[in-house]
T-cell receptor, first 114, second 116 residues
Framework: GQQVMQIPQYQHVQEGEDFTTYCNSSTTLSNIQWYKQRPGGHPVFLIQLVKSGEVKKQKRLTFQFGEAKKNSSLHITATQTTDVGTYFCAGDNQNFQGAQKLVFGQGTRLTINP | GAVVSQHPSWVICKSGTSVKIECRSLDFQATTMFWYRQFPKQSLMLMATSNEGSKATYEQGVEKDKFLINHASLTLSTLTVTSAHPEDSSFYIC????????????FGNGTRLTVT
């Protein structure tokens, strides 16, 4: 079945440093979504990428979708303590009925030293 | 504010008993809801897709008789963990797409189940 691999599993940075997490799918995706889960909380949607080669920015966060629509990355510039949490990518390989079926990556847990 | 409400937030039960978890869409109708399970510091594993008015679709390896799903209305899906055992202890989270079947998911706050 479809697999979504995400690396690294953990990342610890000093506040102000940059952070990147990478996501690779075993199959071509219709779209990829990114979620953030704070410690003790539930996943919260960040962004959805649909087009091949798409790049989207949200303030200090930059999201990319690969040309082959099989990989993606999330880059955070100048991390802040509020960025702490686990970042999940989720690949959507829509079934024949058009309904989405998200497969989540393992997540990258970001901790920050203030 | 929250668009998906999940209840209870946490529950402790004895081995052999059953536990029902409710998931409600607050300001939209959800024909489809998804139930996930998450072990500590691990990813979200899709257990089943709940479909309003029809049978749920279970992922491979998930026992449908153990994890009963009912989606009787457009705003409510329930997951019942039957004859719970300690290995069922986990974080269960429901989610639903708000703007159509292919739109991003809104998650409930999750239910932490501890079976003693």
């Amino acid at each position: 079945g479809q697999q979504v691999m995400q690396i690294p599993q953990y990342q610890h940075v000093q506040e102000g440093e940059d952070f990147t997490t990478y996501c690779n799918s075993s199959t071509t995706l219709s779209n990829i979504q990114w979620y953030k889960q704070r410690p003790g909380g539930h996943p919260v949607f960040l962004i959805q990428l649909v087009k091949s080669g798409e790049v989207k920015k949200q303030k200090r966060l930059t999201f990319q979708f690969g040309e082959a629509k099989k990989n993606s990355s999330l880059h955070i510039t100048a991390t802040q303590t509020t960025d702490v949490g686990t970042y999940f990518c989720a690949g959507d390989n829509q079934n024949f009925q058009g309904a989405q079926k998200l497969v989540f990556g393992q997540g990258t847990r970001l901790t920050i030293n203030p | 504010g929250a668009v998906v409400s999940q209840h209870p937030s946490w529950v402790i039960c004895k081995s052999g008993t059953s536990v029902k978890i409710e998931c409600r869409s607050l300001d939209f109708q959800a024909t489809t809801m998804f139930w996930y399970r998450q072990f500590p510091k691990q990813s979200l594993m899709l257990m089943a897709t709940s479909n309003e008015g029809s049978k749920a679709t279970y992922e491979q390896g998930v026992e449908k008789d153990k994890f009963l799903i009912n989606h009787a209305s457009l705003t409510l899906s329930t997951l019942t963990v039957t004859s719970a055992h300690p290995e069922d202890s986990s974080f269960y989270i429901c989610s639903a797409p708000k703007e159509g079947l292919t739109s991003p998911l809104h998650f409930g706050n999750g239910t932490r189940l501890t079976v003693t």
